[in-house]
C-alpha cells in the first residue's frame, strides 16, 4: 500500500509563493507518475500538474503555467510544487497522487493513490 503524505500548505498574502511537498516513506516515488491537483470549497478536483515516472516530462494546468513548478528530488524521495505569484482563486486542499500514467488534462482518474491533503490559502 502506497501512503502519501503532503506538507507545506498554509496561508499566504496574493502575489506570495509556497512550496508543497509529497513524500512516501518506504517507497521510491521514482516508480510512479505522480500529480500534484486541488479541490476548492464545492468544486471537483482538478489537475495542477503532472510527471511521468522516469522522465522529467511535466504537464500543468492552464490556469497555473509559468506560476507553478513541479520537480522531483529522488535523493529525498519527495516531489514538490513550487507556487509562485499565487493567487486568491488558487485556494484549497492540494493533494498529491499517485498513479502509472497522468492521463488527458491530468485526470485525477488516472491516480491510484492519494494523500491527505494540504491546506492552501491565498488571502489577504
Known amino acids: 500500500q502506497l501512503q502519501l503524505v503532503e506538507s507545506g500548505g498554509g496561508l499566504v498574502q496574493p502575489g506570495g509563493s509556497l512550496r508543497l511537498s509529497c513524500t512516501a516513506p518506504?517507497?521510491?516515488?521514482?516508480?510512479?507518475?505522480i500529480g500534484w491537483f486541488r479541490q476548492a470549497p464545492g468544486k471537483e478536483r482538478e489537475g495542477v500538474s503532472c510527471?511521468?515516472?522516469?522522465?522529467?516530462?511535466?504537464d500543468y494546468a492552464d490556469s497555473v503555467k509559468g506560476r507553478f513548478t513541479l520537480f522531483r528530488d529522488n535523493a529525498k524521495n519527495t516531489v514538490y510544487l513550487q507556487m509562485n505569484s499565487l493567487k486568491p482563486e488558487d485556494t484549497g486542499v492540494y493533494y498529491c497522487?499517485?498513479?502509472w500514467g497522468c492521463g488527458y488534462q491530468i485526470d485525477p482518474n488516472d491516480m491510484n493513490w492519494w494523500g491527505k491533503g494540504t491546506l492552501v490559502n491565498v488571502s489577504s
Open positions: 497522487g499517485a498513479g
Open positions: 518506504g517507497t521510491a516515488l521514482d516508480l510512479y507518475a
Open positions: 510527471v511521468l515516472s522516469g522522465t522529467e516530462s511535466t
